[in-house]
């Protein structure tokens, strides 16, 4: 089992800055890839950005160039740096943790979200 903390959600003005943190805790033996995703009212969970192995990133188009993950193994902790926030930026941002084996997708875990709001 891992368990997933996100911190680091507030209110900003567009043209801002935030940083998400993800804590995970528990067996992170089989955690492969872990991501952000973002829900805003009425719109489906999107993905934002992940890392893979950590190393490999891979970014959605709407926050490429202004969004960054990275990771600190030693911490166990993901990180999403926003900058040049806009308030179509405005959700619920949700860490996510990928577990897989040989390849074979395992199972996932989510935290429980924070909430990121831009205003204009």
């Known amino acids: 089992q891992v368990q997933l903390m996100e911190s680091g959600g507030g209110l900003v003005q567009a043209g801002g800055s935030l940083r998400l943190s993800c804590r995970a805790s528990?067996?992170?033996?089989?955690?492969?890839?872990m991501s952000w995703y973002r829900q805003a009212p009425g719109n489906e969970r999107e993905l934002v950005a992940e890392?893979?192995?950590?190393?490999?990133?891979k970014y959605s188009d709407s926050v490429k160039g202004r969004f960054t993950i990275s990771g600190d193994n030693a911490k166990n902790t993901v990180y999403l740096q926003m900058d040049s926030l806009k308030p179509e930026d405005t959700a619920v941002y949700y860490c996510?943790?990928?577990?897989?084996?040989?390849?074979?997708?395992?199972?996932?875990?989510w935290g429980q979200g924070t909430q990121v709001t831009v205003s204009s």
């Open positions: 890392i893979i192995d950590g190393d490999s990133t």
């Open positions: 528990g067996s992170m033996f089989s955690i492969s890839a």
């Open positions: 996510n943790a990928e577990e897989s084996l040989g390849g074979v997708k395992l199972g996932e875990y």
